[in-house]
């Protein structure tokens, strides 16, 4: 196993750790530092000083959170870290917690703020070096601190909060109210790039062709002489893992496809194309559709069908990989998100959320050893990656696709004959979306068959066919998501090609639900 990211990374030199005390923003503090080209990792809100010390970060930013700095059992930190003279960050709860933490007069009372908020700049610092005197910003908070010693300089103000943003006359050590992380903080992201610029000192040198470089020197050094499997799905994060473990060791790695017969019109295709002719691998295809069909055969419950694939699945790469004699590694895509929501990043936090789609017993059973060289990115630096690595955009930027595929969305038994109609139908929804200009800002877009049929008329003679719903949705991270304001326009033209175009369809609906409370995919 790779060591942790920190570590692994250490000729990316710079980096900042953001403490997570719990907070829904954590990930994306991380994202808006690395989008300084500031490398930076989420930590556990517990390390020691010591641990701390010995990372040697040039910032560390403490994320926001749920609790109340006074209430027994609040997440805490070592309080000697703002003692190293190391710049913090504090948001939000974060900045409570610093305040508190340094022994200043600080109180702590509800006065509810969410939302938009006018913020006035009272003391000039380098935090705000650039900024107008006034901005807008966000606020999410039940707390706040009313009241600082004189350790301490108030910087900024609200109508309803006197110490929106502060810093400590001796230590380097700031707190925001605010949350500068998000986009409705238009003044966020100076703010960020001033703490990591000016208070820490980073020059913003990590590169996605110094990770590309600095990636493939580090699977060099795993693989040695020994040979890698890596499975290819028509994914990107595959894909992406596929080419670099390519540029990295050329010859040593086999890929394997399993051809389930559910992925989307001309994946195939393109992912053989791409992986035979320009990257010449050792491809081995697993025509599997058939395998696929009879396990799926009557199902109709969701949970069954993913069940029946992931064994299918494990049966065909395995039954593939272990005729590959010489393997010793398995490479998969898992992502930085994953590594932190599974909680098996060595410093990162205790795992908060998920269940992750991807994080599954493959590994185990093959008695490989892991190799996942984009377990320290974030998904749209896995596609600029992916494009560093000479992989094209048609692959790079293609929509996320569910590990069980169409049939997820083929509702109701998933036949060839009904898989056929989705597929085309799909094909026609992402041709008009991107024809409309659309396909980059929204975040998946899709076709589902319904286990419905209804009437309709075409020409003089009546139909009983099957109905399309569309599923168009924006998403950051997948996790929420709203559903796609498409001009009707656009669903129109689309609606008149499924039905013209695709046989036994004759009706067409537009799914408006976001996420939560539906999800992305139907089931
Ligand atoms: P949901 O439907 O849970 O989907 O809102 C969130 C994101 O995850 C994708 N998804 C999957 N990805 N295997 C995967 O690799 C799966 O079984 C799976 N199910 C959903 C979905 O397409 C969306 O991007």
């Known amino acids: 196993m790779p060591g942790s990211a920190v570590e692994a990374n250490q000729a990316t030199a710079e980096k900042v750790l953001v403490f997570d005390f719990g907070s829904q923003y954590a990930q994306l503090i991380a994202r808006r530092v690395r989008e300084h080209n500031v490398y930076c990792e989420i930590v556990r809100h517990d390390l020691s000083a010591q641990r701390i010390a010995e990372l040697a970060p040039q910032g560390i930013i403490f994320s926001g959170g749920p609790a109340s700095v006074y209430q027994a059992g609040s997440p805490k930190c070592d ?40 913020c006035r700049i009272t003391a000039h610092d380098p935090l705000f070096q650039g900024l107008p005197d006034e ?31 502060v810093r400590h006359q001796e230590l380097p050590v700031y707190g925001l109210q605010f949350h500068p992380e998000v986009t409705h903080t238009p003044c966020g992201a100076k703010i960020l790039a001033n703490f990591l610029t000016d208070v820490c000192g980073c020059h913003g040198r990590w590169r996605m062709e110094d990770f590309a470089a600095d990636a493939i020197r580090r699977i060099r050094r795993q693989v040695g002489q020994q040979r890698v499997i890596c499975g290819l799905s028509g994914g990107v994060d595959s894909a992406v893992t596929a080419a670099l473990l390519f540029k990295a060791i050329g010859s040593q790695l086999s890929c394997i496809l399993v051809d389930n017969g559910l992925l989307r019109k001309d994946e195939e295709e393109a992912v053989i194309r791409e992986f035979t002719s320009h990257f010449q691998t050792d491809l081995h295809v697993v025509k599997a559709e058939e395998k696929f069909l009879a396990a799926l055969s009557g199902v109709t419950e969701p949970q069954e069908k993913r069940r029946r694939i992931g064994h299918a699945f494990i049966e065909c790469f395995s039954a593939e990989a272990t005729k590959i004699a010489d393997a010793h590694f398995l490479a998969q895509g898992t992502l930085y998100p994953d590594v932190i929501e599974s909680g098996a990043a060595p410093d990162g936090p205790a795992a908060t959320i998920k269940l992750h789609h991807n994080v599954g017993g493959l590994p185990d059973e093959l008695g490989f050893e892991l190799i996942e060289p984009l377990r320290d990115l974030f998904k749209d630096e896995v596609r600029r990656l992916g494009l560093e690595l000479g992989l094209p955009s048609e692959i790079v930027w293609r929509h996320p696709f569910p590990g069980p595929g169409l049939a997820v969305r083929c509702l109701g038994e998933v036949t060839r004959e009904r898989l056929q109609t989705l597929r085309e139908a799909d094909a026609i929804v992402v041709e008009e979306i991107k024809a409309a200009g659309l396909y980059a800002k929204t975040a998946q877009a899709f076709a589902v068959l319904l286990p419905v049929q209804s009437v ?33 326009e656009v669903l129109g033209r689309i609606s008149t090609r499924l039905i013209n175009e695709v046989p036994k369809v004759n009706r067409v609906a537009y799914d408006i639900s976001s996420k939560p409370p539906a999800t992305i995919e139907w089931e």
């Open 456 to 488: 309709g008329v075409m020409g003089d003679a009546r139909t009983y066919a099957d109905a399309v719903a569309i599923r168009c949705v924006d998403s950051e991270d997948f996790m929420t998501a709203d559903w796609s304001h498409l001009p009707y």
């Open 79 to 118: 309080p000697q870290i703002l003692r190293l003279g190391i710049p913090v960050l504090g948001i939000c709860y974060g900045m409570q917690l610093a305040c508190e933490a340094l022994g200043g007069d600080v109180t702590s009372v509800a006065s509810r703020e969410y939302g938009r908020a006018f």
């Open 135 to 165: 901005m807008d910003v966000w606020m999410s908070h039940g707390d706040q601190v009313t009241a600082v010693s004189s350790d301490f300089l108030p910087l900024a103000a609200t109508a309803t909060c006197p110490i929106a943003a």
